[in-house]
């Protein structure tokens, strides 16, 4: 069977009767919102983003985790917190990511809290550098019923990957990813799907084509082409690729760059999902990396009591009634993944 088929078969076999029903609520009050340019929102989140940890072993120079720059503290996630709030949203949730800021690999206890909520037929997926992803730690990974593995693989050769993804191992990447696809063979499991995700910056551009064949090679089930989201983009950055369709960003003929997104006032992630830091602050998407849009605090109140909160509704709004008001969203483009 095609792997991306085995893979689409599985997360709709996730699938039930409330999800189902949760997922219209949300879809049809998203464009009853475009429509009356009011914050209207009926059900619960099809997708959260879970933060296992915001400690990472890598210093990436465009992530607040690899350099170290948080004004929030670091930490992990607490167990009680994550079980209380998948036993709220579990008959309706539908997508769970394990990631944010940080390693999941780092957090103790990861492949349990993956497993409580595999167990509950929820559709899990988590991000890694894979430098933890141990003959133990792969098997551990495939028992614990994840469903998708992104391992971030910005080069196919020591040197050109190291620019990017500064202080880490190619070949601790590779052994890591045959790892989990013995372990995969070994225990006769479909899941979980793996995706080699590079970061297309300008020192990796020429590789694209490598970390296919690469891909190949090894069993890899998919690969994605992510653009870069650059901080300080206007004046250009030697991270900027050449490549225009790998690049979020547009020349403007004077030396600046303008973001390609037109920017409309509109954002279905305000609709159907949201990320949980890990010590239990929602904010509203993986854009926020240092919580300054604190929308409630999970610590003292229940997921419903911040999904239907004032603040939320009023953050909404502000979107709805203009998008360029809230800074984070004017360096966002959604829709930023290119599968190849």
């Known amino acids: 069977m095609n792997r991306n088929l085995n893979d689409g078969l599985n997360f709709f076999s996730k699938l039930t009767p409330k999800r189902a029903a949760n997922a219209l609520k949300v879809l049809t009050s ?10 209207v929102h009926r059900g619960l989140p099809m997708a959260i983003s879970f933060e296992p940890t915001t400690s990472c072993n890598l210093r990436c120079p465009e992530c607040p985790s690899g350099l170290r720059s948080f004004t929030r503290p670091t930490g992990m996630l607490g167990e009680d917190l994550f079980k209380r709030t998948i036993d709220e949203l579990h008959q309706t949730l539908l997508y769970l990511i394990f990631y944010f800021q940080g390693e999941p690999y780092l957090h103790p206890q990861f492949l349990e809290l993956v497993r409580y909520a595999a167990d509950r037929h929820i559709y899990t997926a988590t991000s ?26 910005d080069g196919t050769t020591q040197q050109v990957y190291q620019q990017y993804r500064v202080g880490g191992k190619l070949h601790k990447v590779i052994e890591g990813t045959k790892n989990i696809i013995r372990w995969k063979k070994e225990l006769r ?17 020429h590789q694209i084509s490598d970390v296919k064949q690469l891909a190949r090679e090894l069993g890899v089930d998919e690969v994605g082409l992510k653009t870069a989201q650059i901080y300080d983009y ?3 950055s030697d991270l900027m690729p050449t490549l225009d369709p790998y690049s979020r960003y547009a020349p403007n003929g004077d030396g600046t760059y303008r973001i390609k997104n037109a920017l409309g006032n509109s954002c279905w992630k305000m609709w159907h999902s949201c990320v949980i830091t890990w010590d239990g602050l929602v904010v509203p998407c993986c854009f926020d990396k ?11 109140q229940s997921f419903r009591e911040v999904w239907r909160s004032p603040a939320y509704q009023d953050f909404r709004q502000t979107l709805i009634r203009s998008r360029s008001e809230i800074e984070m969203c004017r360096n966002c483009t959604e829709g930023t993944q290119v599968w190849a």
Do not use: C, M
Request: charged fraction near 25%; avoid cysteine.
């Open 30 to 39: 998203y464009y009853e919102a475009r429509w009356t340019g009011k914050p």
């Open 128 to 153: 890694t550098n894979a430098h933890y992803l141990t003959d133990a730690n792969a098997r551990k990974t495939v028992e614990s019923g994840l469903d998708r593995l992104i391992i971030s693989i």
């Open 189 to 205: 499991s479909r899941t979980p799907h793996i995706v080699f995700q590079f970061l297309v910056v300008k020192p990796n551009e």
């Open 234 to 236: 206007e004046h250009g």
């Open 290 to 300: 240092d919580a300054h849009h604190r929308l409630g605090d999970l610590q003292g």
